[in-house]
Structures are given as structure tokens and as C-alpha cells.
């Protein structure tokens, strides 16, 4: 955006927040969320995480609630399954905690997030940022996001790859064959 407006010639910008090293947190450490903290792990990021059980991990930080979890990070990612259990799962209280530097990135569901408390959020520097891929009532996002300069808006395409889709059908095929075998499913659905 400041190259395109013209900002960038008017002066110095302001200073960002290194990825590598940091503190990751991740919301629900399912199938997706630890294919997430495995990448981080090239960032040489801590990695803490909150699923409803603690998990056999590489050496990653358990912590028993949300609020917990976002207090001891800098960047928070949202990996929840939706559905009713989660809906406005990272909440204002949520969000406090992780505090005026934090950012928060949201691949899952966009009910998993409560948009009117990071809205807020986002508005009065309780938080530094946010990426979203997903939004509550997607296709038609809530227009205040549009005002903010702080978030980084994506229109539900995080899988949206040749290879990705290739191998979403891959496992669908996988899923079949075993059922029929007999075998366990290797993504069953519980």
C-alpha cells in the first residue's frame, strides 16, 4: 500500500516485528495446526499451543486455556474446527491477553473468532494486527474491516493451490479405499 499511494517517498516507515525467533501460538493442534507449528519451527519460533488435551509434541508448550496461551505469544494462530463448541472462541479476553504487539491469524473458521471484539481490537491498538482467511458471514465481510490498515484480508483461499486441491482428493480417495478394506481411516472424522 505505500508504495501504490505514494507514502513510501514521504518518509520513513514504521518499523515491523521480526518473524524468526518469536513466540507462536496455536489455537487447536489438529491435523492443520501442527502442519503449522512444524513450519514455524524453520522460523526457529517457540512453539506453545492449546488443544483440548495435551499432545506428545516435539518439545512444544502446553497451555490449558486460550487466555494463557495468548499471553505467552506474539503471533496467535487460529487452526479450530467450527461448529458450535468454537464459535467465538478467541474472544475480547482473548485478545487482551495477547496485548498491543500481538498479531493474530485466522485459517480455520471465521466463527471461531469474535469479529466484533477484534474489530474493536484492532481499532484501539489492543492488538497490533491480523491476518484473515476466513470471515463469519464470508462472502460478505463485515465492511469495518475495509477501514483498517492493520489487517491483511484473504478471501478463504488458504488451500486454494493446484497441489493442495490435488491432494485433498488424494485423501478423500485414501479415506474410501480403507473404509472399504476395512482399514482405519487415515483423516476419520469423529
Given at each position: 500500500?505505500?508504495?501504490?499511494?505514494?507514502?513510501?517517498?514521504?518518509g520513513?516507515?514504521?518499523?515491523?516485528?521480526?518473524?524468526?525467533?518469536?513466540?507462536?501460538?496455536?489455537?487447536?493442534?489438529?491435523r492443520?495446526?501442527?502442519?503449522?507449528?512444524?513450519r514455524?519451527?524453520?522460523?526457529?519460533?517457540?512453539?506453545?499451543?492449546?488443544?483440548?488435551?495435551?499432545?506428545?509434541?516435539?518439545?512444544?508448550?502446553?497451555?490449558?486455556?486460550?487466555?494463557?496461551?495468548?499471553?505467552a505469544?506474539?503471533?496467535?494462530?487460529?487452526?479450530?474446527?467450527?461448529?458450535?463448541?468454537?464459535?467465538?472462541?478467541?474472544n475480547?479476553?482473548?485478545l487482551?491477553?495477547?496485548?498491543?504487539?500481538?498479531i493474530?491469524?485466522?485459517?480455520?473458521r471465521?466463527?471461531?473468532?469474535d469479529?466484533?471484539?477484534?474489530?474493536?481490537?484492532?481499532?484501539?491498538?489492543?492488538?497490533?494486527?491480523?491476518?484473515?482467511d476466513?470471515?463469519?458471514?464470508?462472502?460478505?465481510?463485515?465492511?469495518?474491516?475495509?477501514?483498517?490498515?492493520?489487517v491483511?484480508?484473504?478471501?478463504h483461499?488458504?488451500?486454494?493451490?493446484?497441489?493442495?486441491?490435488?491432494?485433498?482428493?488424494?485423501?478423500q480417495?485414501?479415506?474410501?479405499?480403507?473404509?472399504?478394506?476395512?482399514h482405519?481411516?487415515?483423516?476419520?472424522?469423529?
Amino acid at each position: 500500500d505505500h508504495v501504490r499511494s505514494g507514502e513510501w517517498s514521504k518518509g520513513p516507515l514504521a518499523l515491523n516485528r521480526k518473524v524468526s525467533g518469536g513466540r507462536a501460538g496455536i489455537v487447536g493442534l489438529g491435523r492443520i495446526g501442527r502442519d503449522i507449528a512444524e513450519r514455524l519451527t524453520a522460523f526457529k519460533m517457540d512453539i506453545h499451543y492449546w488443544a483440548r488435551s495435551e499432545k506428545d509434541t516435539p518439545g512444544w508448550t502446553y497451555h490449558a486455556d486460550p487466555v494463557a496461551l495468548a499471553s505467552a505469544v506474539d503471533y496467535l494462530f487460529v487452526a479450530l474446527v467450527g461448529g458450535p463448541d468454537t464459535e467465538n472462541f478467541v474472544n475480547r479476553e482473548v485478545l487482551q491477553a495477547l496485548g498491543a504487539d500481538g498479531i493474530v491469524i485466522n485459517i480455520s473458521r471465521g466463527s471461531t473468532i469474535d469479529e466484533d471484539a477484534l474489530i474493536e481490537a484492532l481499532g484501539d491498538g489492543t492488538i497490533r494486527g491480523a491476518g484473515l482467511d476466513v470471515f463469519k458471514a464470508e462472502p460478505d465481510l463485515d465492511q469495518r474491516f475495509l477501514k483498517l490498515n492493520n489487517v491483511v484480508l484473504q478471501p478463504h483461499q488458504g488451500s486454494a493451490t493446484v497441489e493442495t486441491r490435488q491432494a485433498m482428493g488424494q485423501l478423500q480417495r485414501d479415506n474410501i479405499a480403507a473404509h472399504f478394506k476395512g482399514h482405519t481411516l487415515p483423516t476419520p472424522v469423529i
